[in-house]
Structures are given as structure tokens and as C-alpha cells.
């Protein structure tokens, strides 16, 4: 009897435990209309974004930055500065994105110009369909020359 609960045991604990050992699961979110952004100027779009994580399913509101292209491609930039991982915002009047914990400064393409920021920002991929913006979430680490998704 031990045996045979042994051996109906485990493809259950199988089951109950291998949701641990997936990646999280990423899909397309929806971040807005792609008529709403002006060629080369940066705008903040917030979006919601759904992760299943083993049995855990989280809502989230998060943000990125986009820019038009004067082709009509559109760039994604995730929302931190890839020094420590500060939020940046976009300074109108330099026309720069502008970390504001240890000053790095970030061109319209991503690109550092100042600071000490290892990398340029990073980019999210991107697809557009029907006239709407969608990208996938991605989370990057901070501090490192090379980009490492985490």
C-alpha cells in the first residue's frame, strides 16, 4: 500500500511544484494609439501588464517611454536608467532623457552623453497592429555594461 500511494504521489507533487521552475509567461500589451505620439518627441505611456509566475497571477500599471520615428517606426525605452535603475524623465528644453540620481543624460536614440550610465537605454520590443502600439514587459540589470534580462 506504502509503494502504491509512493507511485500515486509523484506526478501530484509534479504537478504541484513545477509552476516554480517556468519562466514567467510574457504577452503583448497594449500601450496606446500610435497616432498619439508625435514624431521625435518622447512621451510616457503607461500600460497594464498581466504575469503569470508559477500558480501567482499580478496585474501590474507600468510605464515606458516612446518615440516616434519620422518613418513611422516606433523605439520603446524601458522606464529606468540602466546605472541603478532610477526612473529618468525627458528634459524638453536639452532634448535629452535625464536620470536625476547621478546625472546621466541620455540622447533621443537611447545613447549615453553624460554620466555614468554603463550602457544606453534599454529597448523593448515593439510591434504595431490596427494603429496600436504593443510591446512586451521586460525587465533589465542594472549597473552592467552588457544587457542581461532578468
Given at each position: 500500500m506504502g509503494l502504491m500511494g509512493l507511485a500515486?504521489?509523484?506526478p501530484l507533487v509534479g504537478y504541484v511544484i513545477s509552476p516554480a521552475f517556468r519562466r514567467q509567461a510574457r504577452d503583448w500589451a497594449e500601450a496606446g494609439a500610435v497616432d498619439e505620439l508625435k514624431a521625435g518627441i518622447p512621451r510616457e505611456l503607461t500600460y497594464v501588464?498581466?504575469?503569470?509566475?508559477?500558480?501567482?497571477?499580478?496585474t501590474a500599471m507600468k510605464s515606458v517611454w516612446a518615440v516616434?520615428?519620422?518613418?513611422?517606426?516606433?523605439?520603446?525605452?524601458?522606464?529606468?536608467?540602466?546605472?541603478?535603475?532610477?526612473?529618468?524623465?525627458w528634459d524638453s528644453d536639452d532634448l535629452t532623457f535625464k536620470c536625476?540620481?547621478?546625472?546621466?543624460?541620455?540622447?533621443?536614440?537611447?545613447?549615453?552623453i553624460a554620466g555614468p550610465a554603463p550602457r544606453p537605454l534599454d529597448r523593448l520590443p515593439v510591434k504595431m497592429e490596427e494603429g496600436r502600439l504593443f510591446i512586451i514587459?521586460?525587465?533589465?540589470?542594472?549597473?552592467?555594461?552588457?544587457?542581461?534580462?532578468l
Open positions: 500515486l504521489s509523484i501588464v498581466t504575469v503569470q509566475d508559477g500558480w501567482l497571477k499580478t516616434r520615428q519620422t518613418e513611422g517606426g516606433v523605439t520603446v525605452f524601458a522606464p529606468l536608467c540602466t546605472h541603478l535603475g532610477c526612473g529618468y524623465h536625476p540620481c547621478h546625472n546621466s543624460i541620455f540622447n533621443i536614440d537611447g545613447k549615453v514587459d521586460k525587465q533589465f540589470k542594472s549597473g552592467t555594461s552588457q544587457q542581461i534580462e
